[in-house]
């Protein structure tokens, strides 16, 4: 989903949820060495800081030189600006094959979809996930299916496989205005605007404002997520 992020790098590394820590730390226990973790499509950097942690050199590389721009900065994370290729599924696939040839490294996907917040705001957030389908790229599909159709030719070591995507939750604190942030960062609004339709006119936003509780009002909710892990 190359480049989807691009004109809205910025307001992405405000609006966007951090992935929990413990995330790492239980990926590192399974590899017995630590030297060299690939953070593939690194966006903003918060995986490769998180990978930081427990490897000695991330290479972090992005198609988006746009979301480089804003990487976060780390003496053991190597940005690298890749080309479009790398991109595609059965291209990524091929060279992470070729990576994992050496005993002991491990290949992980995750993504989230859903605000899970209540039983008002949850339905105009799926509504509102609906009407942004026809301007979303072809593989969103299989984040919007939380990877249980994503083709993942890996052997499972206990952390999903392929079709049974290991079912996560992202814990975040925010106020509406961070919600309406992290609306208007998703690439399909962005998308439909640069085809002249505006997926977030004042009346949705109010909705959301009515559903969430009130503009000034802090709340904590999760984000549904979904993980594959698994080796050669």
Not at 24 to 43: E, F, M
Not at 76 to 87: C, K
Not at 115 to 122: G, I, Q, R, T
Not at 198 to 219: H, N, Q, T, Y
Request: net charge neutral; hydrophobic share 40%.
């Amino acid at each position: 989903m190359a480049g989807l992020f691009d004109k809205q790098a910025e307001i992405y590394v405000e609006a966007r949820p951090t992935y929990p820590k413990e995330w790492y730390s239980k990926l590192a226990a399974l590899t017995p060495q630590h030297s060299l973790a690939w953070d593939a499509g690194t966006g903003n950097g918060q995986a490769a800081l998180g990978h930081s942690e427990h490897y000695q050199q991330v290479v972090a590389t992005d198609i988006s030189e746009e979301q480089l721009k804003y990487a976060i900065q780390h003496p053991r994370i190597r940005y690298m600006h890749t080309p479009t290729l790398l991109s595609e599924d059965e291209m990524f696939y091929s060279l992470a094959k070729r990576l994992l040839r050496k005993p002991g490294g491990i290949i992980a996907v995750w993504a989230y979809n859903r605000m899970l917040v209540n039983p008002e705001f949850d339905p105009v957030f799926d509504r509102f996930r609906e009407n942004c389908i026809p301007f979303t790229h072809p593989n969103s599909k299989y984040v919007r299916a939380g990877y249980k159709t994503l083709p993942f030719p890996f052997e499972s070591v206990g952390m999903g496989r392929e079709g049974e995507p290991l079912t996560l939750e992202i814990p975040k604190e925010v106020s509406f205005q961070g919600v309406e942030r992290m609306l208007r960062s998703y690439s399909a609004v962005i998308r439909a605007k640069d085809q002249g339709v505006d997926m977030l006119p004042e009346e949705v936003i109010k909705e959301f404002e009515r559903a969430w509780g009130g503009s000034d009002l802090v709340r904590t909710f999760k984000y549904e997520a979904f993980m594959l892990v698994g080796k050669l």
